[in-house]
């Protein structure tokens, strides 16, 4: 299974940048926001991950060799509280009710939607990303409208939010009182207690004595054979938790991290909760998604490592948070 990735540098399997979507009459930038006041509508349960060591990187040779998952590095981190599940439509939307807060999705006037999910009049098809046609600009795409003006979350408050930028996440975080993960943390989370694994639930494949994420069957990215239920997001609590409590770190949607992304971070990372590079353009992103097929993006695995620009916004990524 261990088939490398035609993504190269600068890979979209995640999604194409902001910039690469953005078109005449929708590239008005997003203004600063702070401070969003805090409230206390954040209700996700709580995983307990405790202080431990771990080897954070590729240990099953399954790595993408462009993303940096390798050297294998000991990281030493504190206790944590973690969200169980990634940020439900319900819990965003108590942020978005007591703040009034838009998305900068809503405030560029679009989003990228993968080409299936769309869900919207022909004029509100801005373009397709290059070099991975399957996404396309939708004005009208936001978390409230994941396919475009079409679609609602209606029947999905359960589901992960999607549409948000790292930027999103942050006044999110904001509001609730807590931050993302570092990118180290949510590796050691996402293992679940368990050593040198290349999944949350050890290594037997995703689809070994039934389905243990949701990720793409099927010919990607014409024809989903839906084996796993879903063609997008599932609701948080699908599939198991891994020995921590975390539902479905890899495969559903991706996970925003705090750190900025660097490909030869893991040269020079400090042992003790390292934070990533201090500088950089892009912010990382952990997991994988509905879309992660093993032909194309193997990225649904403990040390799979993306990355998008801090104002992108996709239809296959949201967040989860850590406590203070
Ligand atoms: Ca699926
Ligand atoms: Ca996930």
Not at 42 to 55: D, K, Y
Not at 144 to 163: F, K, W
Not at 236 to 252: D, H, K
């Amino acid at each position: 299974m261990s088939q490398s990735s035609p993504c190269g540098p600068g890979c979209t399997c995640g999604a194409p940048e902001r910039t690469q979507l953005m078109t005449i009459g929708t590239s008005a930038r997003a203004v600063e926001r702070l401070p969003v006041v805090r409230g206390g509508g954040h209700s996700i349960e709580q995983a307990a991950v405790p202080a431990g060591r771990f080897l954070m990187g590729d240990s099953s040779g399954d790595r993408n060799p462009q993303d940096g998952e390798l050297p294998l590095h000991e990281v030493k981190l504190d206790a944590f509280r973690i969200d169980a599940t990634s940020v439900t439509n319900a819990s965003f939307a108590r942020f978005v009710a007591e703040t009034g807060y838009r998305t900068e999705a809503e405030e560029f006037g679009f989003s990228a939607v993968f080409h299936l999910a769309v869900s919207a009049p022909q004029e509100d098809l801005t373009g397709r990303a290059p070099g991975s046609p399957w996404w396309i600009g939708v004005r009208g795409a936001d978390w409230q409208h994941p396919g475009g003006a079409g679609s609602s979350i209606v029947g999905m408050e359960d589901h992960p939010v999607v549409h948000v930028s790292w930027n999103d996440a942050q006044a999110y975080c904001r509001w609730a009182g807590r931050r993302l993960p570092t990118e180290a943390e949510w590796e050691y989370a996402a293992r679940g207690g368990l050593e040198g694994k290349k999944f949350p639930w050890g290594d037997e494949e995703v689809d070994e004595g039934g389905w243990r994420a949701n990720i793409w069957q099927g010919s990607f990215p014409t024809h989903n054979s839906l084996e796993d239920g879903y063609l997008t997001t599932a609701p948080t609590r699908s599939f198991e938790p891994n020995g921590y409590g975390l539902w479905q770190p890899v495969g559903n949607v991706w996970e925003w991290c705090e750190d900025w992304f660097s490909p030869d971070y893991y040269r020079h990372s400090p042992i003790t909760r390292p934070a990533g590079p201090e500088r950089g353009q892009a912010r990382v992103l952990r997991g994988g998604s509905y879309l992660c097929h093993i032909s194309y993006c193997n990225r649904y695995r403990n040390s799979a490592r993306s990355q998008n620009t801090p104002d992108s916004s996709m239809g296959n990524a949201g967040f989860r948070t850590v406590a203070l």
